[in-house]
């Protein structure tokens, strides 16, 4: 089967089982909601930490590796 051919196939297949869900009948309270977003944000802020703690290792790093060359050779 070609590529073109099964394109349509799968947008139809896609939309009769988007079609076919039943609703969940489940409530989400503002409390739910805060504490997701709270989750969410602390998963970025420690990435970000991670990022910055390493990345100032790694300039740490080359900056004493060029400081001591440069004693060296004066």
């Not at 609703?23 to 991670?50: R, W």
């Amino acid at each position: 089967m070609k590529s073109s051919r099964r394109r349509p196939l799968l947008m139809c297949v896609v939309a009769v089982a988007a079609m076919a869900t039943t609703p969940a009948h489940a409530y989400l309270d503002p409390g739910t909601g805060s504490a997701i977003v709270s989750t969410i944000l602390g998963f970025f802020a420690a990435i970000a930490f991670t990022v910055r703690r390493y990345y100032y290792r790694i300039k740490a790093f080359f900056r004493s590796k060029t400081a001591s060359d440069a004693s060296d050779e004066g």
